[in-house]
């Protein structure tokens, strides 16, 4: 199973387009600092690839993914779907980039289907142009197609709502279409795992908290990525953009007491940060703040780089 991954930058990009701080500065003036929204691409089978989130980048992350380009015949595409971490907007806005395709196949949990069914109205919007086939995602291991060595489950980590949803109700329970309602699943990892090869990865872009399941699952993972939006619990205050911390944002901060790095350390599995704001001091490469990941054995995920489970 080959994962790509098409993009490393939390909500705006790098460079941010209304934004002028050092690490928006820096990637204007050095193209090769650029980072797309955070994003994968996932073979689930030979000519067959999903999503994973869907971003306003979209568009150019398939164009930059030679796997995802279209033939031979003219309409003939190898994207069969999306998988949802979540229902924020940097991860969603890109499913409607995809409505020229008769049909839209996407992968979520109960709230965040519903989020995107009430609170953005996608069926709605989307439906004169295209179907869209929901299915289910939830803990156990699903392969996505019988005959597809890739299953897909997720590990709850967060109840953190987009704000365009903070007052919708929950899923109806008793509605056919619906899994029982879980407000944890708002936010989950992603488990992906190769059921030929048993290798998997672990990717959560967003991480509030790192519940018990969650380090079971880096446990057993042989690839983690994970969410390194900000560097210090501070950042967003000290850098003049912010009123809350990053935790109070709901983004486990790298370094510091409560930071995420020396629980990545840890892991017998190769770690790697993603979603990274346009305040993040890893966006320079020359920052020393690479240098302590490195001794800590911990990497900063890069645009279009590949990995093969």
Known sequence: MRVRVLGTAAGGGVPQWNCACPGCSGARAHPGWRRRHASLAVQ???????????????????????????????????LAGVILTDAELDHTLGIARLREAD????????????????????????????????????????????????????????????????????????????????????????????????????????????????????????HVIVDGTFWSDGEPLTSGFGSRTATAMGHLPIDGPG???????????RTLYTHLNNTNPLNDPAAPQHTVLRELGVEVAADGMVIDL
Not at 60 to 70: N, S
């Open 44 to 78: 689930a089978a030979e000519g067959r690839w999903y999503l994973v989130n869907a971003t306003p980048d979209l568009g150019e992350q398939v164009e930059g993914c030679p796997e995802l380009h279209p033939g031979p015949e003219p309409r003939r595409t190898p």
């Open 103 to 222: 049909g839209i196949e996407i992968v979520a949990t109960a709230p965040v289907r519903h989020a995107l069914l009430t609170g953005l109205h996608l069926g709605e919007v989307l439906t004169p142009y295209a179907r869209l086939d929901w299915r289910p995602l939830d803990p156990g291991d699903r392969p996505l197609a019988e005959d597809s060595p890739l299953a897909v489950g997720a590990v709850p980590v967060s109840a953190k709502r987009p704000r365009y949803a903070a007052g919708l109700d929950a899923p109806d329970e008793d509605a056919p279409d619906d899994d029982a309602p879980d407000e944890d699943a708002w936010v989950v990892a992603l488990r992906l795992t190769d059921r030929t090869s048993g290798r998997s990865l672990l990717y959560a872009p967003a991480l509030a908290a790192w519940p018990d399941a969650f380090q079971r699952a880096a446990e057993s993972a042989d």
């Open 259 to 269: 930071g995420t790095a020396r629980r990545l350390a840890a892991l017998e599995a």
